[in-house]
């Protein structure tokens, strides 16, 4: 039976199951598919935080969704249309969220005495009525599975893992995904018989959709019209592992990354292990202290040190981080943030380290802080830093998040061109040498190799005399460095460009910084299509701000800083600028909601 063909501007569709039933490989591979569709897309997957949750829990649902559109979009999307559940705890931690006559695909053999008793319900969803406001599409994944790979001699458990492709060849069938790309990927990537078995079990999925009426109908999405030119899915640790290799080579400097495993930020150390032969050096330590000493070492030698953790780690790198601003040595140090205090929640998003990136050292240590915004913005955010680290001499702070770091976007493929060289003069010269004479615009020191002739200087932690570099304890001295080192600081605003509102000038003003930016930017579309005057500035750099910052803030008409802590930023803004800030904040390891914060703005607009 030909099933009729709707068109669609947009989907959202989620995957969700136990963290071995292989929904962040489901989703990613709907994700690849999708982009070679030519389609716009954003992912959210989300994580349990246990390595191995109990089978059957909540705390064990493994989620992966995706957004993907006909036209240029901004995020991953509030509620989904369609909802992959494989078990009762995925369906009941997710089906909140799915939207009123929505598409529930469901896997019923799970939904057994013993498997509701994990999942903590009482009665089986299926047959209590409390779906019936959904589209519910009954499937048993693995009685079906087992069908489709019987004869290849695989155990109970190799068949049960087969199971996602079957639900994922349903998905392409009903979205009209070509199965090509998947099937080479799987070809590629199992060994027999296992690579048979998913073959199967996709090819199955696909023609159990097709033959039987599960469906009333198919849907369609058309490529979206993006800019001319090469384009890749990127997630952010991925795009930000690259710009730190590009900066490596627009400064002509070896790249050193010094790094302790910790979620969210693992994957750049993974995915830079992969560029020895681009000169990379990546060097796992102990602990957090001697990832950020070594890195400090590396810079002093010549290279450009990078350091990448999250909130827990950067705690523990706090006095290595003053070392690096006395030394005044460039490095770059990455804070991939995530839900806290303490351990927190190591696989949820969060933008709590501003206060720790900005103040977060003993004494007076200021450290620039830049903030990416999406998933392919961590590029030039890690090349921007980069520069601004070596130019003045000192380190920088890059922030991203949870969210950003895994979640994928479509990226253009920056022209070679657009790259320019950044060179790096190290000082060679002995006549004259001093360790500390400034440039007289950027105030940055000489950067001077260990072993050069000539060249000999101290280093160290203890305060130093200007020019000289010698140990001063003189008390004039050290509010001169202390002020000096602010200042360079403050001389960064000269790189910053000048905010540009987008939406209305002199309205209400919505602020935000870092990964918020697609919600929020989508949000104040939504509310100037309603006819609100609302205008929308983001903040990239966040030490120094843009110089004219201030002047913005204290043109609108009122002031809503949206931010995905207690009101960080909302409060420096408030005592910096004596501006009377809203904040709109929220702590629950998830984006924002763009409906939320539509909510917000029309709250204060009325």
Same mark, same amino acid.
């Given at each position: 039976?030909?099933? $009729? ?19 962040? &490989? ?14 716009? &897309? ?53 089906? @909140? ?20 008793? @994990? ?23 693995? @009685? ?23 639900? =994922? ?57 993006? $800019? ?13 592992? =690259? ?10 400097? $070896?790249?050193? &990354? ?5 979620? $969210? ?307 420096? &803004? ?25 909510? @917000?703005?029309?709250? =204060?607009?009325?």
């Amino acid at each position: 039976m030909q099933r $009729p063909l709707t068109i669609l501007d947009d989907v959202v569709i989620r995957f969700v199951g136990d963290s071995g039933d292989g929904m962040q &490989l489901t989703g990613s591979q709907f994700t690849n598919t999708t982009a070679l569709q030519g389609n716009d &897309l954003a992912t959210f997957p989300d994580f349990p935080a246990e390595i191995r949750a109990p089978a059957g829990t909540r705390a064990g649902v493994s989620g992966f969704q995706l957004h993907f559109s006909s036209h240029d979009i901004h995020t991953p999307g509030d509620a989904p249309q369609v909802l992959v559940a494989m078990n009762p705890a995925a369906l009941i931690a997710n089906i @909140k969220d799915l939207r009123t006559g929505g598409l529930l695909i469901v896997n019923t053999e799970k939904f057994i005495e013993r498997e509701l008793v @994990k999942a903590e319900l009482s009665t089986n969803p299926l047959e209590d009525g409390s779906l019936n406001g959904f589209q519910v599409v009954p499937v048993e994944l693995t @009685k079906l599975t087992k069908g489709a790979t019987a004869d290849l001699g695989l155990s109970i458990k190799d068949t049960d893992r087969c199971k996602n492709f079957f639900a =994922l060849g349903m998905t392409y069938w009903l979205f009209s995904r070509d199965t090509a790309p998947t099937l080479q990927w799987i070809r590629s990537k199992f060994k027999a018989p296992h690579d048979e078995a998913n073959v199967r079990a996709l090819e199955a999925g696909w023609s159990y959709a097709e033959t039987l009426e599960l469906f009333h109908e198919r849907y369609e999405v058309p490529p979206a019209s993006l $800019p001319t030119g090469d384009y890749r899915n990127i997630t952010g640790n991925e795009a930000l592992a =690259l710009g730190l290799l590009t900066a490596s080579h627009q400064t002509g400097l $070896p790249l050193f &990354l010094g790094a302790y495993p910790i979620t $969210p930020a693992s994957d750049i150390l993974h995915y830079l292990a992969r560029f020895k032969d681009f000169g990379v050096i990546t060097f796992q330590a102990e602990d957090e202290i001697a990832a950020i000493s070594a890195t400090i070492g590396a810079a002093f030698g010549g290279a450009l040190g990078v350091t990448t953790s999250s909130g827990p780690g950067i705690a523990l790198k706090g006095e290595a981080l003053g070392l690096a601003v006395m030394t005044e040595l460039p490095i770059v140090v990455v804070d991939v943030q995530r839900g806290g205090p303490s351990t927190g929640l190591p696989t949820k998003t969060e933008q709590s380290d501003l206060l720790l990136a900005m103040y977060g050292r003993h004494g007076e240590a200021p450290m620039p802080v830049i903030a990416a915004s999406t998933p392919g913005d961590c590029f030039r955010a890690a090349t921007e830093a980069a520069r601004v680290a070596t130019k003045y001499m000192m380190p920088v702070m890059l922030l991203t998040d949870g969210y950003i770091a895994n979640g994928s976007e479509p990226w253009k493929v920056p022209d070679l061109h657009e790259l320019t060289p950044q060179p790096v003069v190290f000082e060679t010269k002995a006549e004259g040498f001093l360790p500390y004479r400034r440039d007289p615009t950027t105030l940055a020191r000489p950067w001077a190799i260990p072993g050069t002739p000539g060249l000999e200087h101290r280093i160290g932690g203890l305060e130093k005399q200007d020019g000289t570099g010698n140990v001063s304890y003189d008390p004039a001295n050290h509010e001169h460095m202390v002020r000096l080192r602010a200042d360079k600081v403050r001389r960064i605003e000269a790189d910053v460009p000048e905010l540009v509102v987008y939406g209305d000038v002199g309205a209400l003003l919505v602020v935000s910084w870092g990964g918020t930016f697609g919600s929020i930017r989508t949000a104040v579309d939504d509310a100037r299509a309603q006819g609100l005057r609302v205008g929308h500035i983001h903040l990239r750099w966040l030490n120094p701000f843009p110089a004219n910052l201030g002047a913005l803030l204290l043109g609108a008409e009122r002031v809503l800083v949206c931010e995905l802590n207690m009101g960080q930023l909302a409060g420096i &803004l408030r005592a910096r600028f004596l501006v009377d800030a809203v904040s709109y904040a929220q702590v629950q390891g998830k984006p924002f909601r763009v409906s939320n914060v539509l909510a @917000k703005i029309q709250t =204060l607009s009325a």
